[in-house]
């Protein structure tokens, strides 16, 4: 278990990773775990949500741009990741439980008018949270996620996605080899040179140790590959939902995105026939690793029409 | 074969320390995995109600324990931890440890058979820099 006391994360933080994330770490106590989050600025709330085995600082770019654009920018980072908490059960995490986190944290911070921006896991949690509160939301933004029970042809195969979190496999690779951050943030980024020497010490420095890395194994297997897997229920709610979601919507998606390829972003546009997009951007599984800069140009457009009333 | 699964009776217990290596919560995520360790350490349903651990002998020579835990609603073995038996107070080698392991995997795969192929977990570890793949 990462322990870390109440007072000291933000300091905790070494000066080489504090240069790119020199924002006030802020903490809230949420269904018993301690989430950390960045809330930054003032105005109408954006909220950043990443998936596996991210943490709030994948978004760090994205952050000062939104702010200085005049919006309050809120980045949580999920219970198991990143600065909160690190439970030690696998059978503590479910993706109903990551969502009722996601809701509560929401609640308790008193958010209207959400923008929220979700890539990978950020999607299932954060779209379930809209569609459950779509009164609170002023517009979603998807990227690189999904948001229905089928698995993708990438999560379908042995090699390498099943096997990577296989029974006794998975804990060997994910936990005592760290194979996510060690190389599958490398091989999910297009501008590697520059990932290597300004993110990955960040990532690598929250997932130290065998207990910190549960959940980059524990998220693979909550992915459902059948219809009687586990989140397959709640992925085909979510589905449902979102057919009958009219919050404005905003499609970003990478262009070199293997994990969920083209045709996902054309699917959510099936769903959400109304959004804005595709908009495809230089950018492999971490896109906001690759463009932080285009893509925010493009929210910042986008809820720039929004606000005038226009159709982007 | 360069894990030897092996009795109680055969291993150096006395005066070892148990290390924490691995732990699995969730072997019936894909059931063919519960089910050839259950025919390789051939587990019985009374080995949930105290049974014995099994034990492994890597060709290092270095020997593991491996305890069979079980969880209500689920079928018994529900997971599993492994330990490695260490003599006195002898430092653990993290990389020895895990090259270990990495064979255990590579003994465990064709035993658990069907789509999970030897060649998939070494093409899997090699996309991931394992060093033994």
Redesign the interface.
Known sequence: MVTITDNAPASSLPPEIRKHFPFESRFMRVNGHRMHYVDEGEGDPVLLLHGNPTWSFLYRKFIPRLKDAGHRVIAPDHIGFGLSDRPA???DFSLENHIANLAEFIRRLGLKRITVVCQDWGGPTGLACAVLNPGLFKAIVVMNTWAWPEPTAFHNG???W????????????F???N?LI???LY?SVVHRERFVEEALPAYRYVMQD?DSRLLTRVFP?LIPLRPDDRSAATMGWLEQSLRNCTIPALIVWGKEEIVFPAHCAQRFKTLLPHAHGPLWVTGSHFLQEDSPQEICGHILDFLRDQENGRQP | MSIEIVALAEIRTQNCRRIFVMMEDRLGHYPGFREALVEAFKLTPAHADGGAPGYFRAASGREYEVVFTSRSGHRFPSGLEINALVAGFDAIEPDATDEDLWRFLEWLIPRVGGEWTLEALKATGKVYKIPWA
């Not at chain 1, 099943?162 to 690779?173: F, Q």
Request: proline share 11%; aromatic share 10%.
């Open positions: 059960r696998e059978h042995v090699f390498p099943r096997m990577m979190h296989a029974p006794v496999v998975g804990p060997y690779l936990q005592r080899r194979i060690e190389r599958g091989l065998y297997r």
